[in-house]
Structures are given as C-alpha cells and as structure tokens.
C-alpha cells in the first residue's frame, strides 16, 4: 500500500483537454488527509522544483503520518490591508491568519500560500500563520496622524474564527482595539465560534459599529463537512445568526460560493432559514477558480462527486466565458450568461420575498477616537 489513495480506473483519465492537470496518483492517502479538504499536496508555483511522492518498493510510506495543523507566528509590519476593487463594498481589511483550517477545497485565498514556498493544497489548511501582534499593529495604524475611519472587514480571505483562533484569541484583540477607539467592523465567518465574542459585538452594535455576516454554503450537513470538513455545521451557523439577532447585532447571511449542479438549487432554502434566524441582509458569490484553486477543486470534486464532474465544470465554464474563471471586474463574482441570470434572478426574487437588503446597513464613522488621542504632545522647545 502506498501514499497514493486509489480512484476509480473509470475516473482516472482525463476528460477533456482543460482537465489534463488532474493527475489521480498525487492524491494522498484518505487516513493521511482525515477531516480535510483538499487531496493533494501539489509544491507551489513559485517553486524551482515540482516533487512528487511516490512508491519505491519498500513500502516506507505507510510509516507517513496524518496531516497536523501546525502554526508559526508571522511577524507582520502592516496589519490593515486596503484595496480599490470595484467588485467589493469595502476598501479596508484585516486578516489574523494566513492559511485557513477549515480545509474549503474552493477557498480562493489558497493561492497566497505560493508566496510562502508552500502548497495550495494540503499545507493552506495544514501549516498556517498567525500574527500575533495585530492588536498592537492596528492600534497604531489607527493612531496615525490623519487617519481616517472606514469599515474594516475581517474574513474576507482566511476566517478569522478558524479552530486555531481558540488558542491564539487574534481577533479578540483586534476586537478589543476596534472597540476601544468606536471603529467600525463588519466581520465574515463560517464558525459557529464568533458568538464568544458577542459581548463585544453586541456593544460596539448599540453603537452602530458593528454587523457579522455567517457565509452558509448548504443546509445539508453531510455536504457541508465534505466541503467545509472543519468548519462549523450549518445549524451552528444559523444557531449563531439567531444569537447576534437576539443580541442587536445586525446579521447577513453570504451564500458563498454559489456552486453550479452542486449547492445552487439550496439558494431558497438558505435564505429561508436565515430571515427566520433573524438575518436582515444576504448576499452570494459564484464559484471562483484562480491559479491553484481550480485543480485542487477539481480534485475534490472527482473525489465526492464524480457523476456531477462534467456537468458542474461544463455548467461553470459557461458562466466563465469557456475557462475554469474570470478575473474580469464586474464578472468575477456573479458570471455571465442565461445560468448566471438565472441564479441571480431566484437570489432577487428569494430575498425580496423575505424582506432581506430592503436597507444596506451603513456602519458608523462618527464616533471614531484615535488611540491615546487624550495625551498632549509637548513642544521640544
């Protein structure tokens, strides 16, 4: 028994020239890759070279021990992240963690594990890093003479809620800071984690400074932990949308990513369950495959739902223009063409009959009081 996990004889080739870059024998085997999401662990593509395990004889894979999540602490200088893209409501952000644990085998933020020397695959939800000195980094961006306040997301790329941050309380601390100086936030997750910190959540609302947005991807649970192997399971998430509800926080529910053939006909029942739970806005995004994500979702597709491979690839590329996706502003999140209409016409028709986005909340910049702006600086002469 080697380290590579065996498939199908009848999936093992490839089906047409956009897939050639599915190779079946660099999956790694199921008992190394428990409770993640992706099947391989290809070397990045900034790499001098591309190395591949394989079976010598002497059967010494089998002594390979199981993918552990491992953290190193990431040193970082700028902890505040700003962008100018056209395709999102914010400018500003925040990310605790590179590297995500939840193992989302769609996730588009595994590319940046590249720039680490790492791989998209296995390591993105295995070897992460934390930056522990985000608190202290955001209090003095914050402090800088003219900053100015607007909404900073977090979770836009990696959770902030993951399992690790049970351990590393990043985002407490950067909760804290927010809080402290009346900065608006608006945050994103998939755990059910972020109602620990509803007591801060619930404050910082009261003032206009705070919404938390739970991205629910299906209703089925046995779906769910196939996508989302470590996230929390979807109940949970609607157990958290019906807590910050009760507790003033004003919830959405992000529909992300919108699978076609896959997840795309739960869109209804979604919505559904989250007007109930109390949510007031929602939101979806189509599947996004840039660089490395497309093979290792392609991989885990063949993997959990070889009968639907050709159609969901067949059904995406043609919201994509023919490819696996577009990067093209005012494309890349909704797609193009009848079946992107469509998915966005039952989002419309689904959130107006619920009453959801009738007002998109605008969070409070009025109240924003830099750090330590109470201390008075002394002339030098």
Known sequence: MNDFAQIDPRLARPLDGADAGIAPDLSIRPDRRRGRGAQSNRSGRYEREERELTDDGWETLDALPPFQTTVQTERARKIITRNESPDISFERSINPYRGCEHGCSYCFARPTHAYMGLSAGLDFESRLFAKPNAAELLERELAAPGYKPKTIAIGTNTDPYQPIEKTWRIMRGILEVLERTNHPVGVVTKSALVLRDIDILSRMAE?????????????????????????????????????????????????????????????????????????????????????????????????????????????????????????????????????????????ELASKRLGLNRRKLKLNTELFTPPNSGAVQLDLF
């Open 207 to 347: 003032k206009g400074l705070a919404k938390v947005a739970l991205s629910i991807t299906t209703l089925d649970a046995k779906m769910a932990r196939t996508m989302e192997p470590r996230a929390s399971a979807p109940y949970r998430r609607l157990e958290a949308v019906k807590a910050l509800s009760g507790a003033g926080v004003p919830t959405a529910v992000m529909i992300a990513p919108v699978i076609p053939a896959l997840n795309d006909d739960g869109i209804e029942k979604i919505l559904d369950a989250a007007a109930a739970a109390g949510a007031r806005e929602a939101g979806y995004i189509l599947l996004r495959l840039p660089a490395e994500v497309s093979p290792v979702f392609r991989e885990w597709l063949l993997r959990h739902y070889p009968d639907r491979y050709r159609h969901v690839l067949s059904v995406l590329r043609a919201m994509r223009g023919g490819k696996d996706y577009d990067a093209e502003f005012g494309k890349r999140m909704r797609g193009t063409g009848p079946y992107a209409w469509m998915v966005g016409r039952r989002f």
